[in-house]
């Protein structure tokens, strides 16, 4: 059990980094709470796994350190870190038995076979994998497979955390949502700290408590899944969570307002005060498309636009507008109607979102710390 | 993978199935023709039925040097298979290192058999050879020529030079083979390195392994020309093997008849062990693709 | 650990190297002294054997007709082995199992036991002492290993890219050329590689199918075994010189071995 | 160019792979094939490329058989859920490789080949080689091959599959306005009905090696066929209720009643199957109608704005599709609403008896 | 030919082998065989079983040869009727 604290925390796999490029992780500075659940989530090369196997020790991180609990780890190589880790593809060692599979780590640390049966049981029993345990592990389906390699970590008393590395890719679809259960099972259950490494925004809101977003070396946002979602205080957040992702609309300050491309959107007072002083940086709007109102009569504050494009997709429809130059889109439920040609937009404010240089400007302290 | 049925494919395989089928049908007939007669000459052949087989098989020569042979088959592989795993798994991963390790190792498979011979018939001499001069220098009586025991000794550690290579470089591909995170999991499940060679290693090596030893096994039922030159079968028949006897039978003393009989039971160990390892081996893709089709 | 491990790395290369070492260290020096005194390096160090060889038609051809026969050897390797590895990796047809355990016996059939029926069979056909006779019989033992390694290599390319290029309108021998061949060059180099390998090292067989015009030098090094005894000098220079073929081939696929040696069956 | 399959059949060792496929395509026309892994998507479109035969049946192209004309004379193009490129040629040769078989002059391909990189966005990358690239853009690279020559008939299985999600739905948006622009016959395969909805175009539903349902994809949502269709068409699958309909009250096991009314009224008396659409349900009553039923969180699954409710009781387990974020620790008891106007109703069989929408509109076509 | 050294035993021994091939290609064409598993421990096919009874029949006429008296065609009859067996329930 531990808290995992990274500090000034950078990576190059490069013997000699000059430029920030070679970096596949920036320096940061973050902690992992005790029995925490947390999602590291990102696209494809980002550095989320490099981050991940840093904390595991496989990889030696080229500046700052880790802590477990206030004790510094950097030295201490993976097998004393008492950390386990679940790979992307099923690891398994397919000459042995389940039964051998769970009590293989136990037995490298020579516990007594007694014990070493009564927790094997227990987390098979967990894991609903009882019943095969004396069959050979090499002709189990991925799922199953996956479930042992987890098993692997959980028989261990001295864990101190579970590390994910995207461990649904291999799984059918229809079998990951009662994988991605039983984890949250066995989070509530054991109070371990676990870190799940993933690319999609599903299996990290499921499971995380909080969600670290990655970005090209960088986490950039740190929270619950609903302050990603309705805070995200960098346009990457915006654009990489919801589907689709928040409307991300250039704009200028004018005196009459916010200029969105020859369209002009009045701003409050406390707006305007919010971007007075951001200098030379480049601002953008962000909205999500489930918060842009969407109605067929004109009212105070609306915008007219065109509507260019309906997808209904049964549950809900997507609809794209065309704002001036922009492309805007809405997402209504299923039973709402929409308007055929001319429509009138709303934007509420307590939605729109404005960002210098990408970077969430914002409107109080109370709102960030959300 | 699934393949697609289509019998149009012959066409692809004739020109290897005419290729073999001549070099090897036509001669293995002639050869049964031969274990029936006795020949004196090209028009003076008789028919004799089994009598050949009967009397090979009852031949107290014949059965020595068969049993010469697995003895030898045994000990080459005892010593080859687990030096040879030992060796793939020190050799270095990576690096110029590793380029060179591989083509220091890869030397003794590309000498001429008959220069393997030669080398170690100098190697070992008492008077010239390094390995003889220092071994007699320690006080050891040693001379491969005059003692049976020595010669044995000679030959086997000749194979074991020539061949241990061949069983290191395919463990070292398998090793290779095995994906990073089966070790990065191993430590992290503590696993001691005994541990990690044993649950990791060895399984992921089994492929290569029975390959390995079939390669192995065949080649060095079929010793010929290394002793040969070495020790020309001597000292008496202690280094005659199989392939010495039965060349000296057709050729050197021309019992054609005999030596075709002793070749078609030769030829049928043959036929039984490779149909014993093919088997392992195909059983053994067929348990991957099981795995593979329930990973995808 | 890893000082442990390159320990014994570094003593068994000595192990592999001595005896090589031995040989050449032989090759420099003059009957009298190999018989003479013993010492680790060369007193008197000397081309003298080199220049026997290199002078004398008799030795020198003999490499000429082992390269020629081993080229020819992999050579017509190559061509059968490619399309038939090629119909065991993507198709199914009758009796295909049957056929490839055929060809992996022959692989294991002792030289010993064809010998008399290839010496008759090719005099019947009129090859004997040629090259292309030697050639053709180590065919008989790297024409099953090489379709073998072929299909292991094959079988890892997704068939998708054959159908792909067949969509895209390639016809097969362009398809064959153009894309297949390219992405299995690893298979390819490892083939090479052991077809050579068997064909140079082999002598039962290329001994007996030659006499004069094709025979091989493993063959003509008998000769030094004259009427005053062993001629242990010009001897090991020609055993050197044997090696040296061998060590090229390797440099020139040691990139490809690691895979290879798996026989694309890892 | 039409396409039209008659009869298809083909099985492997005894194994049906498809089973008496009677479809037709239009010219011009975009279609999707909707069905789970091995529902028989994949086999459908090897057998029009012409990579495998089929065991009985004719395909015809502008009414002339095909059906043993080898691949290379089939002009199609085809792109597969693996990234498949020539790894040894770079990324313009790869492109450029079927116009060069195809004998266009040079300068043409040299148009043609750019003007696809640029559609496809790739043309920064056209000195790469494919596995240079990443998965995105080797799959585009594919594409791209896929596109640029023009076939009559455009084959893509699963294409986007293995790509990050948000890649995904890029991409897929970008395909969609690729298709309009031309008028071959294009054919897209997919298993997640969210694909097949967005994507528009008519939709086959496969299932089991035949053919469900045709027509466009909306339609099958809200009038599936039977038991499969609708399940096809739910991410996650539908909720399935058994109960009784008597002369005056629907009966579900002991636990729920309702008076008969709405869409039920002219239902024979018996014992059917209900469904219930994950997205129809919820935690605040909607209606005064609305059936009330106390369960036990399984899992909460958050999607940023959405969630995922898995609830069950000793009768049932059941899955809802919430808006907004509704975070709740396993074992919490909950209500949950269900409307009974929203009710599909199946039959022992599986077959639909009424679905809960007012009318049915014309042009959905129907295959037992 | 002259130096294969045809006999007649040995050209019906092959004319048989030949036969035997032959048939059960045509075999094969006409109706796949598909793999099963009888009282052999692994699965085989028709030209496995084949395989195993001509090898197993082999070996036995070698010891009927070489180590007893009985008359070889005393095991060639037992040799055709355990081949037999392995076709059908090998």
Redesign the interface.
């Known amino acids: 059990m531990a808290e995992i604290r990274l500090t000034n925390l950078a990576h190059s796999y490069a013997a000699d980094p000059e430029h920030t490029t070679d970096y596949a992780i920036h320096e940061m500075n973050h902690v992992w709470e005790q029995g925490g659940a947390y999602a590291l989530l990102g696209p494809s090369g980002c550095g989320k796994s490099t981050l991940l196997n840093i904390i595991s020790g496989l990889v030696k991180p080229s500046h700052g350190s880790v802590t477990f609990d206030g004790v510094e780890v950097n030295n201490v190589s993976t097998q004393d870190r008492n950390i386990a880790q679940v790979f992307q593809f099923p690891v398994i060692y397919d000459s042995m038995t389940v039964y051998d599979n769970l009590a293989f780590p136990l037995r490298n640390m020579k516990v007594l076979e007694s014990e070493i049966d009564a927790k094997v049981r227990e987390v098979a029993e967990i894991l609903e994998l009882s019943s095969i345990l004396q069959r050979k592990a090499n002709n189990l389906s991925a799922d199953q497979k996956q479930k042992i390699s987890m098993g692997r970590g959980l028989v261990r008393d001295d864990v101190s955390a579970i590390l994910f590395d995207e461990p649904l890719t291999v799984i059918d679809p229809n079998l990951k949502w009662k994988l991605r259960r039983k984890l949250k099972q066995i989070h509530e259950r054991y109070n371990i700290t676990m870190v799940y490494v993933t690319h999609d925004q599903l299996e990290a809101s499921t499971f995380a408590d909080k969600i670290a977003l990655m970005y090209e070396g960088k986490i950039v946002q740190f929270g619950t899944p609903r302050e990603l979602f309705e805070n995200p205080n960098h346009t990457f957040v915006g654009y990489f969570i919801g589907s689709p992702g928040m409307n991300l609309l250039k704009m200028t300050l004018s005196e009459q307002g916010a200029e969105l491309g020859g369209i002009t959107l009045s701003l409050n007072e406390e707006q305007r005060a919010l971007l007075q002083d951001v200098g030379n940086a480049e601002l953008t709007l962000g909205i999500r498309p489930e918060f842009v109102q969407l109605s067929a009569n004109q009212n105070e504050d609306s915008l007219t636009c065109t509507i260019q494009h309906t997808e209904d997709l049964g549950t809900y429809k997507i609809v794209t507008v065309l704002l001036g130059e922009h492309t805007i889109k809405i997402r209504l439920d299923e039973e709402q109607q929409i308007p055929t040609q001319e429509a009138y937009l709303n934007f509420p404010n307590q939605w729109m979102k404005f960002y210098a240089d990408d970077y969430l400007i914002n409107s109080s302290e109370e709102d960030s710390n959300e | 993978m699934n393949k697609t049925q289509n019998n149009k494919a012959w066409f692809l395989v004739l020109p290897v199935f005419l290729l073999v089928a001549f070099s090897a049908i036509i001669p293995l007939m002639t050869v049964v023709n031969y274990s029936v007669q006795d020949i004196f000459d090209q028009n003076n052949a008789y028919f004799v039925g089994v009598e050949w087989y009967r009397e090979v098989l009852q031949d107290p020569r014949l059965q020595d040097s068969l049993l010469r042979q697995f003895m030898y088959s045994g000990s080459v592989l005892a010593i080859e298979i687990p030096l040879g795993i030992a060796v793939a798994l020190m050799m270095p991963t990576r690096g110029a290192m590793a380029s060179l390790t591989l083509i220091v190792l890869a030397i003794p498979l590309l000498i001429p058999w008959n220069v393997v011979g030669t080398i170690w018939q100098i190697f070992a001499r008492a008077d010239i050879g390094l390995l003889g001069y220092v071994i007699n220098g320690m006080g050891i009586d040693y001379n491969y020529a005059n003692n049976a025991v020595d010669a044995w000794l000679t030959v086997v550690l000749m194979d074991v030079w020539h061949w241990t290579s061949l069983i290191a470089l395919l463990c070292y591909s398998g090793l290779r083979a095995i994906p990073d995170a089966y070790y990065q999991a191993a430590r992290i499940d503590r696993a001691s390195n005994w541990a990690i060679f044993k649950y990791i290693q060895l399984p992921k090596l089994k492929g290569v392994l029975i390959i390995g030893i079939l390669l192995r096994f065949m080649d060095s039922f079929m010793i010929y020309t290394e002793p040969f030159v070495l020790t020309g079968g001597g000292p008496g028949n202690s280094t005659t093997f199989l392939s010495q006897t039965l060349t000296k039978m057709a050729i050197g003393q021309f019992d054609i008849g005999p030596a075709a009989a002793f070749s078609m039971i030769y030829f049928l160990i043959v036929l039984l062990v490779s149909w014993l390892f093919f088997t392992t081996i195909s059983q053994l893709d067929k348990d991957k693709t099981k795995e593979i089709s329930h990973e995808s | 650990?890893s000082r442990r491990?390159?320990v014994?790395?570094w003593a068994?290369?000595v192990?592999?190297?001595?005896?090589?070492y031995?040989?050449i260290n032989?090759s420099f020096k003059s009957n009298e002294e190999?018989?003479g005194t013993?010492s680790?390096w060369p007193q008197q160090f000397t081309w003298a054997n080199y220049q026997v060889i290199f002078t004398d038609p008799s030795w020198y051809n003999g490499y000429f007709n082992s390269i020629y026969y081993v080229v020819l050897n992999s050579i017509?390797t190559l061509?059968?082995?490619l399309?038939?590895a090629?119909?065991?990796?993507?198709?199914?047809?009758?009796?295909?199992?049957?056929?490839f355990?055929w060809?992996?016996?022959?692989?294991?059939?002792?030289?010993?036991?064809?010998?008399?029926?290839?010496f008759?069979?090719y005099?019947?056909v009129g090859l004997f002492d040629t090259h292309i006779a030697v050639a053709?019989?180590h065919?008989?033992f790297s024409?099953?290993l090489a379709?073998w390694i072929l299909e292991g290599f094959m079988?890892s390319v997704?068939?998708?890219?054959d159908?792909?290029?067949?969509?895209?309108?390639?016809?097969f021998p362009r398809f064959f050329i153009r894309?297949f061949l390219?992405?299995i060059s690893s298979g390819i180099g490892v083939t090479v590689f052991f077809s050579?390998?068997f064909s140079?090292?082999?002598?039962?067989l290329a001994r007996t199918l030659t006499s004069v015009e094709a025979k091989p030098?493993?063959a003509i090094?008998?000769r030094t075994i004259g009427a005053s005894g062993v001629d242990?000098g010009v001897?090991?220079a020609a055993?050197v010189l044997?090696?040296i073929?061998?060590?090229l081939?390797?440099?020139f696929v040691?990139?490809h071995?690691?895979?290879?040696?798996?026989?694309g069956?890892? | 160019m039409s396409l039209v399959l008659e009869n298809v059949n083909r099985s492997v060792d005894n194994t049906s792979h498809l089973k008496d496929i009677n479809l037709s395509f239009e010219p011009g026309s975009f279609n999707v094939l909707l069905g789970r892994t091995l529902a028989g998507k994949t086999s459908l479109m090897r057998v029009i490329a012409g990579l495998d035969k089929v065991n009985s049946g004719r395909v015809l192209v502008d009414g002339q058989d095909v059906t043993s004309l080898s691949v290379q004379k089939r002009n199609i193009s085809m792109v597969y859920q693996q990234f498949i490129n020539y790894p040894n040629m770079n990324v313009y040769d790869n492109i450029a490789s079927p116009l060069i078989l195809a004998g266009t002059a040079k300068a043409e391909i040299k148009r043609r080949v750019q003007e696809t990189a640029e559609m496809l966005r790739i043309e920064p990358f056209l000195k790469r080689y494919p596995l240079e690239l990443s998965g995105g853009q080797q799959q585009r690279t594919a594409m791209a091959r896929a596109l640029v020559k023009d076939a009559s008939i455009l084959l893509f299985d699963e294409p986007l599959v293995n790509l990050d999600y948000k890649l995904r739905e890029e991409l897929r948006q970008e395909l969609r306005e690729l298709f309009k622009l031309r008028n071959s016959i294009a054919i897209y395969a997919t298993t997640e009905p969210n694909e097949a909805l967005a994507l528009g175009g008519t939709t086959t539903l496969l299932h089991q090696g035949h053919v469900l349902q045709t027509g466009p994809a909306i339609e099958q949502y809200r009038y599936p066929i039977n038991l499969d269709a609708a399940d096809l068409y739910s991410e996650p699958p539908i909720n399935i209720l058994p109960g009784t309909i008597s002369e005056q009250e629907v009966t579900f096991d002991e636990y729920a009643s309702f008076p008969v009314a709405g869409h039920f009224k002219d239902v024979p008396v018996g014992a059917y199957r209900f469904g219930i659409r994950p997205s129809h349900m919820s935690l605040v009553p909607k209606n005064d109608d609305d059936i009330e039923l106390s369960v036990q969180v399984e899992v909460a699954e958050i999607s940023a704005s959405e969630t995922f409710l898995h609830v069950a009781n000793k009768h049932f387990q059941l899955v809802l599709q919430l808006s907004g974020v509704h975070d709740y620790r396993t074992n919490t008891p909950v209500k949950i609403y269900l409307p009974p106007e929203k009710l599909f109703l199946f039959n022992s069989e599986g077959g639909i008896v009424k679905a809960p929408y007012p009318e049915r509109k014309k042009g959905a076509q129907q295959h037992g | 030919m002259s130096w294969m050294a045809w006999t007649l035993p040995t050209a019906v021994f092959f004319a048989v082998i030949a036969t035997i091939l032959v048939s059960m290609t045509v075999w094969e064409i006409r109706s796949p065989c598909i793999e099963r598993k009888g009282l052999l421990p692994i699965a085989t096919t028709r030209g496995d079983r084949l395989f195993i009874g001509l090898l197993s029949s082999a070996f036995f006429h070698l010891y009927i040869v070489g180590f007893t008296t009985i008359n070889i065609w005393v095991a060639l009859v037992l040799s055709i009727i355990w081949l037999i067996s392995v076709m059908r329930w090998g």
């Open positions: 650990m491990k390159n014994g790395i068994y290369s192990f592999v190297l001595l005896p090589v031995w040989l032989m190999i018989l013993f680790m017509i061509l059968v082995a399309p038939a090629y119909a065991f990796s993507r198709y199914k047809f009758v009796g295909d199992k049957h056929l355990f060809l992996l016996t022959n692989r294991m059939a002792p030289p010993a036991v064809f010998l008399l029926p290839f008759q069979l005099s019947s053709l019989a065919c008989l024409v099953p379709v079988s997704p068939r998708e890219i159908e792909t290029a067949f969509i895209d309108g390639y016809s894309i390219p992405l050579f390998m140079w090292v082999e002598l039962l030098i493993a090094m008998t242990w001897l090991a055993g044997t090696i073929p061998g060590i081939v390797i440099y040691r990139n071995v690691a895979k290879g040696f798996a026989l069956r890892v």
